[in-house]
Nanobody
């Protein structure tokens, strides 16, 4: 019922920027949370940032001040602007949709690689 497609990943040098996009389609509840998670090799998937349909946000401490999450409710799209990237940010980034706390859907992931 729900499909999430991420885009915007790539290879950048430390200090550079990338902007990730996630377009959602299907049965999307009016009340929802969309977020970005990442998973590096050998590590657990972790929260990067999330935003509610009302615009409230929260971020992992490691990205505060560098990353910004935003959304366009009319387009059912969430973005992640990543600035001042560090090698530690290298991971596969996944988009998540939490539908009113009743269901969770994941995108296929997009690779972000930051070289030193």
């Amino acid at each position: 019922q729900v499909r999430l497609v991420e885009s915007g990943g790539g290879l950048v040098q430390a200090g550079g920027s990338l902007r990730l996009s996630c377009a959602a389609s299907g049965s999307i509840f009016s009340i929802n949370t969309m977020g970005w998670y990442r998973q590096a090799p050998g590590k657990q998937r972790e929260l990067v940032a999330r935003i509610t349909s009302g615009g409230n946000t929260n971020y992992a401490d490691s990205v505060k001040g560098r990353f910004t999450i935003s959304r366009d409710n009319a387009k059912n799209t969430v973005y992640l602007q990543m600035n001042t990237l560090k090698p530690e940010d290298t991971a596969v980034y996944y988009c998540q949709l939490n539908n009113a706390g009743l269901s969770v859907n994941w995108g296929q992931g997009t690779q972000v690689t930051v070289s030193s």
